[in-house]
C-alpha cells in the first residue's frame, strides 16, 4: 500500500459525523446487512448500506488532482471529470462485512464509514486506471464549501470554484 499518498489524503480529510440518531440507525442497518443471509450478495449490501449511510455530506470533496484542477483551469468546466474515493469503497466493505472480519460497535463503525467516505475530484483516466489514489498523481486540498456535492455530482460554479481553481494553478505554476 502507498502510505505516502494515505498520509496525504488522511492529513487533508474533513469526515462528518452524523448526530446520534442517524448514526443509530445506520449502526442498525449495519447489523441487519451484517447478518444478511449468504443469498444477499455484496453488492446488494454494499449498495443498501451506502444508500442508507447517505446525507447531504457522504462523498463530500475535499482534495482535488493536479491534472483535474489544470482541465478545470483551461475549460471552466467539470468535463471527464469524477469523484474518486481516496480509500476505495471496495476496501471499506472488506473491513465493514468481509467473512471473518469483526462487528464494529456504533462508534466505530460511524467513525469508520465517514473517516472513509470523502473523495477527490480526478479524471475519468485517472478513476479509470485502478480506481485508488496511487494512480491519481498530486492532490491539492480542497477549502471547505467548493466542489458541492449532489447526487452523484458535484459543482464548478463560475463565481466561486473557477477563482480559486485559476489562482491554485497561478501558484503551483509560480512554484
Known amino acids: 500500500m502507498d502510505t505516502e499518498g494515505f ?3 488522511h492529513a487533508i480529510n474533513r469526515p462528518h459525523a452524523p448526530d446520534e ?3 443509530n440507525f445506520i449502526f442498525k442497518a449495519y447489523m441487519l446487512l451484517k447478518d444478511a443471509p449468504p443469498t444477499f450478495p455484496k453488492w446488494a449490501r454494499q449498495g443498501a448500506f451506502e444508500n442508507i449511510a447517505a446525507c447531504a455530506q457522504s462523498w463530500r470533496v475535499v482534495g482535488i488532482s493536479e491534472e483535474a484542477l489544470r482541465r478545470i483551469a483551461a475549460t471552466g468546466k467539470p468535463t471527464d471529470l469524477q469523484r474518486g474515493h481516496w480509500f476505495g469503497r ?8 468481509g467473512t471473518s472480519v469483526p462487528t464494529m460497535d456504533r462508534d466505530a463503525l460511524v467513525k469508520f464509514f465517514f473517516d472513509h ?11 479509470n486506471t485502478g ?6 498523481g498530486r492532490i491539492i486540498a480542497v ?16 463565481r466561486t470554484e473557477i477563482p ?12
Open 164 to 175: 480559486w481553481v485559476k489562482a491554485k494553478v497561478a501558484e503551483l505554476d509560480a512554484e
Open 7 to 9: 498520509q496525504v489524503m
Open 117 to 127: 467516505d470523502t473523495t477527490v475530484v480526478i479524471t475519468k483516466e485517472q478513476n
Open 131 to 136: 480506481g485508488d489514489h496511487t494512480t491519481w
Open 90 to 97: 471496495d476496501q471499506r466493505y472488506e473491513i465493514l462485512f
Open 143 to 158: 477549502p471547505e464549501g467548493l466542489f458541492k456535492t449532489s447526487g452523484y455530482t458535484f459543482s464548478v460554479r463560475k
Open 21 to 23: 440518531a442517524t448514526a
